[in-house]
């Protein structure tokens, strides 16, 4: 079988839902409450991909950057992004992506304020 040598997707994706609880209910990091922007670059050159985030009550913060190299893909939790911030907790945001490539984007959430824990998983929006 050949790989598909063509790159898919669209260079902007928006994630308009985004929050990430204060304290969680599971042994961290596998089970503590989380967003994931899951990424997937089919391109033969590395994405140069920038998330920036919108609030309710302030100005956006951004650029977060982060490299996807060819052919891969790339899981990035949003607990983990502190440059140029960390990504407040109890506050809910937006999220714009730009890439210097065609990506595929996918948004994840992990709620474990709960014991039986919540997992929710949708396509982000191509712009």
Known sequence: MNMPKECI???RWAIAEGYIPGWS???QPALESHETCCILNTC???AQVELWLYFE???PVGPYRVEVPARRTRHVRFN???DPMQVPRETP???L???SEPIIVQHTRLDSRQAENALMTTIAHPL
């Open 9 to 11: 997707g669209h260079r």
């Open 25 to 27: 209910n599971g042994p």
């Open 44 to 46: 033969e050159r590395p």
């Open 57 to 59: 009550d302030r100005e």
């Open 80 to 82: 983990d992004l502190d």
């Open 93 to 95: 945001f937006a999220t």
């Open 97 to 99: 992506i730009h890439s």
